[in-house]
Each structure stands twice: as structure tokens, then as C-alpha cells.
């Protein structure tokens, strides 16, 4: 007789990394449940027989505790991303990016969850002169954004046990396609402004930036669920592919879209001063080390997936559809 595969619940499951998450643990044989408001809509995510949608609040304890019912592992995105976003109503940022948080692991534990992956952020570090960023740095978070999901992560790992297995993750700036786009992400918002006004304007530019490829942060989400407890179980890890200042990303781009897209002609490039001062250089030599695990995708590759995409017609409305940018949709949401 067959074993009935485990089941995942993926809170923010029809955001931008779940859309391209689910149907990769899909595609592994898990049973997936998504709780999510669906701000996007649901047709970001596939119809499949091991899919359940579950539209409903996470501060809703009550729905909670039956999304995490006969749930194996959960892997938690849902947040309000971004600063502009978070900053629209602080108030209920926090409800939904921290307030919850620590209800969420309580009734995941007491579900008997197995196994906890909490999506942090590399920008719980804020400002670093440091030339590599490790897991050991100190959190200097500039935002509320960055302050509240940095606020999390001890909280998960007082939960931490034998039975209960927790790790946290801090991706860098995710990057590339996704049926659920954001166009509101330094890499994707280039790539667009390239392609559909043939010209990138760069606010600062000596920043440094970290990103990843979003089916190498989701692949990682996937793998996560295998791996032994004793490697991950209390453990943090950064993941980011490499680090580059936001000018560099630009030429990156305004050279790739040239490449790939020539009908388009010469792509202008312009910079203009930027009071954000967001400035990191992480390192992901721990992820590597101690599980083995290094990005394979670049932002080139990125990059040419997104053309890909803008040539297909898959990205109608780009410029001014509000889908594509969490502060519009989250405005039109009547949520904020």
C-alpha cells in the first residue's frame, strides 16, 4: 500500500517565491496546503489534486490551527514585503510581519509539526562596511521591515526541539519570473524599465545589493524539508548568489536586455542621488559549508528569463498594471 505523502503548509503560498515554490514541492509528491488572502488571485498557482487553497487570514488563530492540522512542515513566507508596503500602515504590517509570528510556531508545534523553515531577510543587516556579511553580524535593521522580521527569528528559536525542527533563512533580493511577478525588485524593476522605456534610471547606485535567483531560493525551501535535523535544526543561514552595487546591476542589465532584445536599440542608463542607504555584502560560505549548497542560477539568467517572459507576452501591462507592485496592490486591497 501506498504512504500517503507528508503535506506542507506554505503560509503566502500565491506570493512571488510561492507561486514558483508550490509547484516545485508539487512536482516532489508532497501534498501542499497554501493559506493566503490571495491578494494576486489564486491563478497564480496551478489546479492540482495535491493542492489545497486555504483564503484566510494568518492572525486568524482559528484558521490556523486548521491549516496546520496533519501538516508535516511549514514553510513561512507570508508577510508584508518590502519598506513602501510595510510603511503604508505600519500598524498592520506588524500584525501580519511580527504580531502573529509566535502564535503561528505555537499552534505549528502543539499540530505536531515536524519542521519549521522561516523566510527572514538579508536586510535584518542593514548598513555593513563589513567586506562579507556572516550569520554572526549583527543586526542593524534601518526599517520596521527589516527590525520585525529580524524580531522573529529568536522567537522561533525558543521553540526549537527534538521533535520540532526550526531554521531560518535570509535570502538575499530575489530575482526572475514568477506567475505571481513583482516588478518592485531591484533586478525585475531594471529589467522592465530596459525593456519597456529603453532606459534605467538608478537611484544611488554604490549600494550593494545581494540577490538570488527565485528558483534557486525555492529549490533551497525544497530541499530543506530532506535534510537531516542535526544539520539545520536551531541554525540560521544567509542565501544569496553574489554581491554587486546597483550601478553594476544596471550596466548588468542595460547590457543583457541589449543582448537579447537588439529591435529595442540603445538603452539609456541615468543616475539620480538615493537616500536609501541600505549597503551589504553578505556572505553565504556557511550554507555552503555546512550543507553543501550553492546557488546555480545567476542574474543573468534572471534577466534573460524575464525577456523571455516581456517576448512571450506573458507580462501584459507592465508599467501600469498594479499586480505587478505591492504598495498599489496593497492600497487597492482597501487593507491598508
Given at each position: ?6 503535506t ?7 506570493g ?40 484566510a487570514?494568518i ?13 508535516e ?22 500584525s ?8 503561528l ?54 521553540y ?42 538608478v537611484?544611488g ?35 544569496a ?46 550554507i ?32 501600469n ?16
Amino acid at each position: 500500500m501506498a504512504t500517503k505523502r507528508p503535506t506542507v503548509l506554505v503560509t503566502g503560498g500565491g506570493g512571488y517565491v510561492g507561486a514558483v515554490l508550490v509547484p516545485k514541492l508539487l512536482a516532489k509528491g508532497y501534498r501542499v496546503r497554501v493559506i493566503d488572502l490571495f491578494l494576486f488571485g489564486r491563478n497564480v498557482l496551478p489546479t492540482h489534486a495535491a493542492l489545497e487553497l486555504v483564503a484566510a487570514d494568518i492572525r486568524d488563530e482559528k484558521a490556523l490551527a486548521k491549516a496546520t492540522a496533519g501538516v508535516e512542515s511549514v514553510i513561512h513566507l507570508a508577510c508584508i514585503s518590502n519598506d513602501p508596503s510595510f510603511e503604508l500602515n505600519p500598524g498592520l504590517s506588524r500584525s501580519i510581519n511580527y504580531d502573529c509570528f509566535e502564535p503561528l510556531v505555537s499552534i505549528s508545534r502543539r499540530a505536531g509539526v515536524r519542521r519549521f523553515v522561516y523566510a527572514s531577510t538579508s536586510s535584518v543587516y542593514g548598513v555593513s562596511d563589513a567586506p562579507d556579511v556572516t550569520e554572526e553580524h549583527p543586526l542593524v535593521p534601518l526599517t520596521d521591515y527589516n527590525k520585525y522580521k529580524g524580531m522573529c527569528e529568536p522567537i522561533l528559536l525558543r521553540y526549537q526541539a527534538p521533535a520540532f525542527t526550526t531554521v531560518i533563512i535570509r535570502p538575499a533580493t530575489v530575482c526572475g519570473y514568477s506567475p505571481r511577478l513583482r516588478l518592485d525588485l531591484t533586478v525585475n524593476i531594471l529589467t522592465s524599465l530596459a525593456i519597456n522605456q529603453r532606459r534605467i534610471t538608478v537611484f544611488g547606485g554604490a549600494q550593494k545589493r545581494p540577490n538570488i535567483h527565485i528558483d534557486d531560493i525555492s529549490d533551497l525551501y525544497v530541499e530543506l524539508l530532506d535534510v537531516p535535523a542535526d544539520l539545520i535544526a536551531g541554525k540560521t543561514f544567509n542565501a544569496a548568489y553574489q554581491n554587486h552595487t546597483v550601478a553594476q546591476l544596471a550596466e548588468m542589465v542595460r547590457s543583457i536586455v541589449s543582448r537579447e532584445m537588439p529591435e529595442l536599440g540603445p538603452i539609456a542608463l541615468e543616475t539620480v542621488p538615493s537616500n536609501d542607504t541600505r549597503s551589504y555584502h553578505v556572505s553565504s560560505e556557511k550554507i555552503k559549508r555546512e550543507l553543501s549548497w550553492s546557488p546555480r542560477r545567476t542574474i543573468e539568467d534572471a534577466v534573460m528569463d524575464l525577456c523571455g517572459a516581456f517576448r512571450a507576452g506573458r507580462i501584459p501591462d507592465p508599467l501600469n498594471d498594479t499586480r505587478y507592485y505591492n504598495v498599489k496592490t496593497i492600497q487597492a486591497s482597501g487593507l491598508a
